[in-house]
């Protein structure tokens, strides 16, 4: 080979080895560039997570502002209470606690056993003038109930008891002992069945009336007239009363 072919070949693998260099050190740097523009934008590209508002961001004086921590919300058992009417639910409580208007007050168990044995008494000693303390005995609300027994006892009985209560309503009315709207009161609930007593007891009627006029019912047409319309034909008994 002549000299000039060996530096000729020198100059080629010389040229090779720097083109190879040269090579390799532009594919290092294209690639530092890449993963340096990667990690930029990595570093400025906003995420969904920083998008939201930090639980702790600064103030208005530069102060970070406390974290709000919401309390967790606590479930407890749920009471069930058995099916027992004489349990009374905090619901029922409330309820109760509320004043409502009642009508008919509550009695208490000596009042009602008081009524019953006077009831007994009146119609075995038969005595009016023994008979004035039983409406004096029991408080203002309750002698309409007084009323209702006497009544309730006289219509499946016989005239002369029907006479004898309405003695006594008379007695009454005219001592001041009751009042017409304590005896209206009292006849209603009766009148209510009467239809119906009137099967077993076809007299029914007729006694009622006599009760009814023994309380002074026949001058007072307009709480006659309340008692009647209780009934399926009204016109009967206004009519007996009258």
Do not use: W
Not at 133 to 149: A, G, I, Q, S, W
Not at 184 to 193: H, L, N, Q, R, V
Request: proline share 6%.
């Amino acid at each position: 080979m002549s000299p000039s072919g060996i530096f000729g070949a020198g100059k080629k693998d010389g040229r090779r080895e720097t083109f190879s260099r040269t090579n390799s050190n532009s594919n290092m740097f294209c690639m530092l560039s890449q993963n340096l523009k990667l990690t930029t934008e990595a570093f400025t590209k906003p995420s969904h997570s920083s998008s939201r508002k930090s639980s702790t961001d600064p103030g208005h004086d530069g102060v970070p502002e406390p974290t709000v921590q919401h309390r967790k919300l606590q479930l407890f058992p749920q009471t069930v209470y058995p099916a027992d009417e004489s349990i009374i639910t905090p619901l029922e409580e409330e309820r109760e606690s509320v004043p409502i208007a009642i009508s008919t007050p509550s009695i208490s168990e000596a009042d009602v056993k008081m009524i019953d044995e006077d009831v007994k008494e009146f119609f075995a000693i038969r005595n009016l003038q023994e008979a004035e303390v039983y409406f004096t005995n029991l408080p203002d609300e309750h002698r309409f109930r007084l009323v209702n027994k006497l009544v309730g006892s006289a219509l499946e009985s016989k005239e002369a008891d029907a006479r004898l209560v309405g003695d006594f309503f008379a007695q009454a009315m005219s001592s001041g002992q009751c009042t017409l709207e304590v005896f209206e009161k009292g006849f209603m609930p009766m009148a209510e069945f009467l239809d119906d007593i009137a099967i077993d007891a076809p007299k029914a009627f007729g006694y009622m009336a006599i009760m009814l006029r023994g309380a002074g019912f026949e001058n007072e047409p307009e709480r006659l007239q309340r008692i009647a319309s209780k009934l399926g034909v009204s016109d009967k008994l206004v009519s007996l009363v009258a």
